[in-house]
């Protein structure tokens, strides 16, 4: 074996020439006598959808009395059409045939020819209409269709050797959709580091090719962006899962009704998730519930969207099944929609930011984005640029440009907000708009420099969703490139809600109930850290995060609070009340590896074990300023993951994190 293939790429050595070069052994566990089978471990995750397969596996239509072509070729006779015993429909019956062009009787049959050929390629598809028996000889009548005459051609005295049945094609048992598939896995030692790369299309990626950093947009809080280059279509995401809030008015309807305030007016002012959601449509889920609110993370909610600006877009999520509902405890437990991504709009340069598109609607339904210009309102103050620099003949040094554009400012800014904010703020500005365009030109710093996101920003492609090692836990978050002991996985942007929201309800009457009863908690409630004591939970939104699942011993991660400065580290001393009305986020943690993590591995924390009767009520009001370990973490108590005692401030409840 070429042991040096060990050290390349999973790229390379598939481009080794068109040659192999690998090789491995099998060899003996215990004394094996002649006679023996010999027998592999397939590994644990073979297993289990081997089992999972045996346990769901739906036959198909009329397999009772399914025969092979093979069965039939084999027979003591062959059938003619319209007899019970002829093969059935995905049984082709093919001649060996050719025919006497002058040989045609009264009734239009031709004399058979025989071919000298064993090879199925040389057969026609034929069907058997009638048979005599001629001197002890049984001799068939058929049909088949001639290419050269474009029609059906009818013989006579056809032999039984020269007919034979073969499988339709795509009919036999190795290509039932429904059939077994799974590769044979191999231990984990046996997969070199630089095979784990999860994704052929990183050839290098030891650079950050993804940053979170302070907006180009005035007061916008944090944007990403791109450390290279992308091409118009290019995907640019890895792709993330969609949690989706089911009815949450009803409920909130439903939960006063519950508990008494029948009379009391729903205040959703702390469903601060409003501000973040996507439309059911956007996700395929419209149809989930009576209305859906679709949680992106990642671009979905950490992209800042630019009205005149956006240059990616969203793309559908699929909806496998990853777990099924008969076998597996985990179904219902994590969301089944995933790989949302988003693509390149045009192309992108590195270092520039992505802008997505939230929709006009979105800002022109909110008051307090009244003065955000719209689309429209770049184009059109493109064009009273174009013609103000007509008028004043391109010199804005002139008194009368001075003047004229002070009143133009002046008019919009009474009569029309958006548009006065599409123009630029002063004269001396408004060559370089009318030159790049009012959009372009209201975010310059929209490209920023790799030294300056490295030095200002956080990287935030160090993990990918994939399947997870983890039997029952659907997917998880694996490593883009090697992550040293102590280095930042990925910051941890959080949005602070309330417990109670999470609730579901339902009633004999939505609008006017009689009767409520609780059914449990929103799907939401299983990607949120919490503790015990708390009604304060914490919903994370970078890539891949809600992807981290739980491992008990082989942990490699541990989280911490953030010491970013978009971090609002005064928070933690707000009771859960203060921080649910906040009309934004401000909170942020921190993924951190414990150890070094290997490229293609999975990332796991440690949620640990629930404890019971703890008491916080004497501890000093420190807040969560310290970095926590997983390990202390106390687990999960009604699906959510909880943050250790230590750190928690007296009037904090709960800060929970979301995870897979």
């Not at 073969?166 to 984990?188: A, C, M, S, W, Y």
């Amino acid at each position: 074996t070429k042991s040096e293939m060990l050290e390349w790429s999973t790229e390379k050595v598939l481009k080794q020439n068109g040659k192999a070069g690998l090789m491995m052994e099998i060899y003996a566990l215990t004394d094996i006598q002649p006679g023996d089978e010999i027998l592999l471990d397939y590994g644990d995750d073979w297993q289990h959808s081997w089992d999972l397969h045996q346990e769901t596996f739906i036959h198909p239509p009329n397999s009772e009395d399914y025969k092979v072509a093979w069965d039939y070729d084999n027979g003591e006779e062959l059938f003619i059409k319209g007899d019970p015993r002829h093969p059935p429909s995905y049984v082709e019956t093919r001649c060996w045939i050719d025919y006497d062009e002058d040989s045609q009787d009264e009734e239009g049959f031709y004399e058979y020819e025989g071919i000298e050929s064993s090879e199925l390629d040389d057969t026609t598809p034929c069907t058997l209409i009638s048979k005599d028996v001629v001197d002890g000889d049984t001799l068939y009548k058929a049909t088949f269709f001639a290419e050269e005459l474009g029609e059906e051609v009818k013989v006579k005295g056809l032999e039984w050797n020269f007919i034979t049945y073969v499988d339709k094609r795509l009919t036999g048992n190795q290509h039932l959709r429904q059939g077994f598939r799974h590769f044979i896995e191999l231990p984990d030692e046996m997969i070199p580091p630089p095979w784990r790369d999860m994704n052929m299309g990183i050839e290098d990626n030891s650079e950050c090719g993804m940053y979170l950093a302070e907006s180009a947009i005035p007061n916008s809080g944090l944007g990403m962006y791109t450390a290279r280059a992308y091409e118009e279509g290019e995907r640019i995401s890895f792709g993330d899962l969609v949690v989706q809030a089911e009815d949450v008015l009803d409920n909130a309807h439903l939960r006063l009704w519950y508990n008494g305030d029948r009379n009391r007016t729903i205040d959703e002012k702390d469903w601060l998730l409003e501000h973040y959601y996507w439309t059911a449509e956007s996700s395929m889920s419209q149809f989930d519930a009576g209305f859906i609110e679709s949680m992106v993370p990642g671009f979905g909610m950490l992209a800042n969207s630019h009205t005149g600006l956006h240059n990616s877009a969203m793309r559908l999520p699929h909806q496998p099944l990853d777990l099924h509902r008969a076998l597996d405890p985990g179904a219902g437990a994590a969301t089944t929609y995933h790989d949302v991504y988003y693509e390149a709009e045009k192309r992108l340069e590195p270092g520039e930011e992505i802008f997505v598109e939230y929709g006009d609607n979105y800002f022109a339904q909110r008051a307090d984005l009244s003065f955000v210009p719209l689309s429209t309102d770049f184009v059109t103050a493109d064009k009273y640029l174009k013609r103000f620099m007509s008028f004043v003949k391109g010199d804005t040094q002139s008194e009368m440009a001075k003047d004229l554009f002070d009143v133009m400012l002046t008019a919009y800014q009474k009569s029309n907000t958006r548009l006065a904010h599409a123009l630029p703020k002063s004269l001396g500005d408004v060559e370089v708009a009318t030159k790049e365009g009012t959009a372009d030109a209201s975010v310059p710093n929209k490209i920023r420099s790799k030294e300056w996101l490295k030095e200002n920003g956080a990287c935030i492609d160090n993990i990918m969703p994939a399947k997870s090692r983890i039997i029952e836990a659907g997917r998880g978050a694996f490593a883009t490139r090697k992550i040293k002991k102590g280095d930042v996985i990925s910051p941890v942007p959080l949005v602070q809600i309330l417990r109670k929201h999470l609730e579901l309800y339902d009633a004999d009457n939505i609008q006017e109930p009689n009767e409520v009863w609780s059914e449990g908690h929103q799907i939401f409630l299983n990607y949120c850290y919490g503790h015990p004591e708390s009604s304060l939970l914490l919903f994370p939104y970078s890539p891949a995060i809600n992807y981290v699942n739980h491992h008990y011993t082989k942990y490699n991660a541990e989280l911490r609070w953030s010491t970013h400065a978009s971090h609002k580290a005064e928070w933690l001393k707000m009771a859960p009340r203060e921080l649910a009305v906040l009309d934004h986020a401000g909170l942020m943690m921190e993924m951190v590896a414990t150890r070094d993590i290997e490229v293609g591995e999975e990332v796991y924390l440690n949620y640990g074990k629930y404890k019971r009767n703890v008491v916080i009520e004497n501890r000093p009001l420190c807040g969560l300023t310290g970095s926590f370990s997983a390990q202390a973490m106390t687990g999960k108590s009604n699906g959510m993951s909880t943050l250790p005692d230590g750190g928690q401030t007296r009037k904090i409840r709960v800060i929970s994190l979301p995870l897979y």
